[in-house]
């Protein structure tokens, strides 16, 4: 079942998602939504994200766009306790490099994020790491 509302952005530029919506979507106060921009269609997307209270990092990692790359940065996440909430990956040079970018809850890590940067560099499954709260 699918239902429609009118919403206005304030002057700050926020958005008030109606109560009965978020109640529907167990949206509560510091809970977590995904947004997605659909240029093309000109639409706005929004997902219930994650839980409040979940320790979300956005990664970025700069690795070989060679088969098993991506697999064994995973394997190496899945290791260290990383829940992946949302991915990415593209080849920015088919062959050659790739970028991936994911969303994860950390939470529940064995490791801190500074130690998950530096395991994946020095087993030289990515070039470049980035890991930065949400």
Same mark, same amino acid.
């Given at each position: 079942?699918?239902? /429609?509302?009118?919403?206005?952005?304030?002057e700050k530029g926020r958005l008030i998602?109606?109560?009965?919506?978020?109640?529907?979507?167990?949206?509560?106060?510091?809970?977590?939504?995904?947004?997605? *921009?659909?240029?093309?269609?000109?639409?706005? /997307?929004?997902?219930?994200?994650?839980?409040?209270?979940?320790?979300?990092?956005?990664?970025?990692?700069?690795?070989?766009?060679?088969?098993?790359?991506?697999?064994?940065? *995973?394997?190496? *996440?899945?290791? /260290?306790?990383?829940?992946?909430?949302?991915?990415?990956?593209?080849?920015?040079?088919?062959?050659?490099?790739?970028?991936?970018?994911?969303?994860?809850?950390?939470?529940?890590?064995?490791?801190?994020?500074?130690?998950?940067?530096?395991? *994946?560099?020095?087993?030289?499954?990515?070039?470049?790491?980035?890991?930065?709260?949400?």
């Open positions: 079942m699918s239902t /429609s509302s009118v919403a206005r952005i304030d998602v109606p109560a009965a919506y978020r109640e529907v979507l167990n949206l509560k106060e510091n809970s977590n939504v995904l947004l997605i *921009l659909n240029s093309e269609k000109s639409t706005l /997307s929004i997902l219930p994200f994650a839980a409040a209270g979940d320790s979300l990092y956005r990664m970025t990692v700069a690795l070989s766009d060679a088969p098993g790359s991506l697999s064994r940065l *995973l394997v190496i *996440l899945a290791k /260290s306790g990383a829940d992946l909430v949302q991915s990415e990956s593209i080849a920015s040079d088919r062959g050659r490099s790739a970028q991936w970018r994911a969303t994860a809850d950390l939470s529940k890590c064995k490791a801190k994020p500074s130690a998950i940067k530096e395991l *994946l560099l020095k087993e030289k499954v990515a070039t470049h790491v980035e890991i930065a709260q949400v």
